[in-house]
Structure formats: C-alpha cells, structure tokens
C-alpha cells in the first residue's frame, strides 16, 4: 500500500483517520502535533527551563528527542533531563544508561535522583516489606516527589513528562471509574503554578502509544526496550486492556476520551479550586495536608519493620 499523501511505500495506517503514510510523512505528522502542542503548552517568548522526566523508556526518550529538536535552538529555552532510580535490580540500570546515553548524545544536562537518597527506600525493598501492595502506588508517589523536588533544585520551569495519548485516556477512564473528579482536576498539562510545585507538559498527549514507539524506530531513538517487573500488578493494566478493545472496534476512541476531559476541564478547574499548600511537617516539600503522601507512606513502611 503506497502513503496517502505521495507514491511511495506506507509505513502504516493511521486508523483512526484512515491515512497511509510513508516514513516521511508520518515523522511530519508526529513532529507537528508535538510542536502544535507546545505552542499550547508553553509561552516560548518567554525565557523557561524544561526538565525532561526521563525514564530511558521509548516515550520518555521520544519526548527528550523532540523537545531538544525542536526547541535547543531557541534562545530562550534551556533542557536538560531527570532520571529517577527506583531502585529495581535488572530493570532500572539499563534505564539510566540509555537515559545517560540519550542525554549524551544530544549533549542535554542529565541528573539522577534515586529514592534510597531521596526516601530511604528502594522499590525492591519495598515490595519485599509490603508484598501485598500494588507496587504502582508507592512508585507513582515517590516519583513525583522526587522530579517535583529535584526539578526545583535545578530552578526548572517546566517537569515534561512522557505520557501518552493511551497514558492520558486511561486515567481519564480511571478516574471516571472510581468516581473521582478531584483526581482527575488535577491531570496534566498544568495551567496553574502552585508555589513550590513544578508544572507538568506533556508534548505527546496526542500521540498514540504505538506511534511514539514507530517514531523512535524511524528517527533512531534509542531508549531501553524493557517492562518493569512490578507493573503487571498495576490496576491501570485493566484499563489499558479496555480501551485497547474499545479503540480497536471504533477507531478514535482515545481522542474522543481526551477531547471530553479537556472540553471538561473548565469546570473542574471551577469546581476544584486549588487548595492551599503548606510544607510537609516531616520534611518540607509542598503538600495540601499537614504530611506529604510521600512522608505518610515511608512512615508506613518504618512501621512495618519495627
């Protein structure tokens, strides 16, 4: 089958809009709903740093690619990128040597941050003091708060992130599911700066799962093509079995998710107004509650071993 757009061979279909394109025509049409995005996203005449959450995985790598592509030569903008280690044998080395050289390559700052410095905890430790935990809900918190910490540290602007279109769509389904609006209030990409909170971006929110991964195969992205031990216990693998069912019986599925949350966001901004933030009795960092949820579960944790 030849691309929609010229004579020569596709690379694939688009489903949801039914196009066949060729490498080149599908890396233009990647590139321009990122950098549609930014311009969303970002007030570029402004002088900003991004720092990029960097995992060494494809979306994350993909996100770096792009933002150094197509913002390094701007003036005003400066990246540089965070890799956080979690902590996990077998998993997360190769994680931060393919973010280190990714970043290298690119010539990109490039820090870690691990949790054992951060918290005192490794995610193996944790798994293995609290083995009937969903792994996830340690992880996801602890992560923020160490980008959220460091980015700070560095007087980033910005924390991009590498979520997907699927990424997004499935916690707009998540949310809706649990009944949770105040979560998903709070959903990035962020309008609103509260002190001592970095804001998050998200360059590939329209991007499909399946196309950041062609992307890094046709641009040459290198990144660490492995699945974390733990994240088969994860509570949003149902969800992403769903809509993976969903969009492939009604192609566009996961961007009539997305435009529904945005053309909700309004209201949610209205309805859940931004709560105070305070520091975190135990050590500091912003929160809305007198303890970080960080604090409360590493408070949990000491418990359970003493």
Wanted: charged share 30%; net charge positive.
């Amino acid at each position: 089958m030849n691309c929609s757009k010229c004579s020569k061979p596709a690379v694939t279909l688009i489903r949801y809009s039914g196009q066949h394109l060729c490498a080149g025509h599908f890396l233009d049409f990647t590139e321009k709903r990122v950098r549609r995005e930014l311009r969303r996203q970002l007030d570029l005449d402004k002088r900003i740093t991004v720092a990029v959450g960097l995992s060494g995985g494809k979306d994350s790598s993909v996100t770096t690619y792009l933002l150094s592509s197509i913002l390094r030569k701007r003036p005003t903008v400066e990246i540089m990128a965070i890799t956080a280690d979690e902590g996990i044998a077998n998993y997360r080395p190769g994680g931060v040597e393919a973010s280190r050289e990714l970043c290298r390559s690119l010539d990109i700052p490039h820090h870690v941050v691990s949790y054992k410095e951060e918290l005192g905890w490794t995610m193996d430790r944790v798994v293995e003091t609290d083995p009937k935990t969903i792994p996830c809900s340690y992880c996801g918190v602890f992560r923020r708060y160490v980008l959220n910490k460091k980015a700070r540290e560095l007087k980033a602007d910005y924390v991009a992130t590498g979520l997907n279109l699927d990424d997004t769509a499935q916690s707009v389904l998540m949310n809706v599911a649990r009944g949770d609006m105040e979560r998903m209030a709070r959903l990035g990409p962020h309008d609103r700066v509260q002190e001592d909170m970095i804001p998050r971006l998200q360059p590939l929110r329209l991007v499909p799962e399946k196309e950041s991964y062609l992307y890094a195969m046709l641009r040459g992205v290198q990144f660490h093509d492995a699945t974390c031990p733990y994240s088969e216990r994860a509570v949003r693998g149902v969800f992403r079995d769903v809509l993976s069912r969903l969009e492939s019986e009604i192609p566009g599925t996961r961007h009539s998710i997305l435009s529904s949350f945005d053309q909700m966001r309004p209201w949610l901004d209205r309805q859940f107004s931004v709560s105070k933030v305070r520091k975190c009795r135990t050590c500091g960092e912003p929160t809305i509650n007198v303890e970080c949820k960080a604090c409360e579960l590493v408070d949990k944790l000491e418990a359970m071993v003493t």
